[in-house]
């Protein structure tokens, strides 16, 4: 089964840091554009980070400069270094996989398709 | 950046009824939009993509259309698994795959 399985949340103090994992099953995470998304208690979705197949990587400005996405061909997981956190980093983290469709005049609809449970992150003194 | 907006934010309904949900770009967008539905304490699920397309698996029940800068998500008969969040999200400016701030459908 293609699944997703976060690790590594936790309580941490403001300004520290936490490195969340994603372990892949049945598919290569090497291969695929693979995403950071993130949501707030009671709030919507944001996206957070994404790394390409080839290895570019792009943050969301609430991020950059703080965060890095990397991952490890060897062991199928994809990472999210997170350091200098805040409160506002307080989420449920998800690991996620990004597809996408191509039509007959080669367009590419790029979508999320493949999901983890989540992994929660709390910042607090 | 783009910015998406749904309408409305939440919306009472009954088993039965036919649902819509509308999405709206701040830019055109062309047909880069995506619905999701989120249970409570669940992961979010891909409905639909590229504005009209039905993921598989997902009951046809579900429909999506619009291009441009509006859109919609229709639910035909709702049914009681249906109640839940949805989200839109534009994959028109990648890497930035901006979430609609959510719909969340509740029984009547």
């Known amino acids: 089964e293609v699944q997703l399985v976060e690790t590594g949340g936790g309580l941490i103090q403001p300004g520290g840091s936490l490195r969340l994992s994603c372990a892949a099953s049945?598919?290569?995470?090497?291969?695929?554009?693979m995403s950071w998304v993130r949501q707030a208690p009671g709030k919507g979705l944001e996206w957070v980070s994404i790394?390409?197949?080839?290895?570019?990587?792009y943050y969301a400005d609430s991020v950059k400069g703080r965060f890095t996405i990397s991952r490890d061909n060897s062991k199928n997981t994809l990472y999210l270094q997170m350091n200098s956190l805040r409160a506002e980093d307080t989420a449920v983290y998800y690991c996620?996989?990004?597809?996408?469709?191509?039509?007959?005049?080669?367009?590419?609809?790029?979508?999320?398709?493949?999901w983890g449970k989540g992994t929660t992150v709390t910042v607090s003194s | 950046d783009i910015q998406m907006t749904q309408s409305p934010s939440s919306l009472s309904a009954s088993v039965g009824d036919r649902v819509t949900i509308t999405c709206r770009a701040s830019q055109s967008i062309n047909s880069y939009l995506n619905w999701y539905q989120q249970k409570p304490g669940k992961a979010p699920k891909l409905l639909i993509y590229a504005a009209s397309s039905l993921q598989s698996g997902v009951p046809s029940r579900f429909s999506g259309s619009g291009s441009g800068t509006d859109f919609t998500l229709t639910i035909s008969s709702l049914q009681p698994e249906d109640f839940a969040t949805y989200y839109c999200q534009q994959s028109y400016s990648t890497p930035m795959y901006t979430f609609g701030q959510g719909t969340k459908l509740e029984i009547k």
């Open positions: 790394i390409y197949s080839g290895g570019s990587t």
């Open positions: 996620v996989r990004v597809d996408y469709s191509s039509s007959a005049d080669y367009y590419y609809y790029y979508y999320m398709d493949v």
């Open positions: 049945e598919f290569t995470v090497s291969s695929n554009y």
